[in-house]
């Protein structure tokens, strides 16, 4: 977790804890690479004194129904729209050498409305190559709102049926159906 957006990556972090919960996928946080350098403070269980060595990967790394989702998680304050210059060019290479192998890429994105959306790569991708600023009405456009599931009541935390419903149709698209 990158600091800024830290509360936002706690969100999306429950979000996808809530959709293992319920059985729909499998998921761990991928960590920047670090090299340990020393002792850390002797009262903090397993903590350790260390650099980072190099820029890190993604947020997460996910697996349902035997499909691959890379993705990142990210927070815009900004009324006018996100900057996808915040997508930082080692991430963009990671999500491309995803999709060429066959996996899906995306990025959570909650708005400065607090509203929650899934954008895949391969939609943004084109927008980030030209520094573009994502507006709320682009969002809407490229992206899919977060859904409720069951119970209304609780939060939306469901950003995997909007994805897999676009994977299904991209799919169908390739194919010719």
């Known amino acids: 977790m990158a600091g800024k957006g830290i509360v936002w990556e706690r969100v999306c972090a429950n979000s996808r804890e809530r959709l293992r919960q319920d059985g729909r996928l499998a998921w761990c946080r991928m960590h920047p690479p670090v090299l340990k350098v020393g002792k850390g403070i002797p009262s903090k269980r397993g903590s350790f004194l260390a650099v980072r060595t190099g820029k890190g990967p993604p947020d997460w790394v996910c697996l349902t129904g035997g499909l691959s ?9 900004n009324e006018r729209g996100w900057a996808s210059v915040n997508v930082k060019k080692h991430q963009a290479k990671h999500f491309d050498y995803w999709e060429r192998n066959g996996g899906i890429a995306c990025i959570l994105l909650r708005l400065h409305d607090k509203s929650r959306w899934v954008i895949p790569w391969s939609l943004l991708r084109p927008f980030w190559a030209q520094n ?5 009405a682009m969002v809407e456009e ?11 009541s609780q939060p939306n935390y469901d950003w995997l049926s909007p994805l897999l419903r676009w994977w299904d149709e991209e799919q169908r698209y390739e194919c010719g159906a």
Not at 132 to 136: D, E, G, N, R, S
Not at 142 to 152: A, D, L, R, S, V
């Open 69 to 77: 989702i890379l993705g990142d998680d990210k927070d815009c304050k």
């Open 132 to 136: 573009k600023l994502i507006t709320p």
């Open 142 to 152: 490229i992206g899919h709102k977060w859904e409720y599931t069951e119970n209304e």
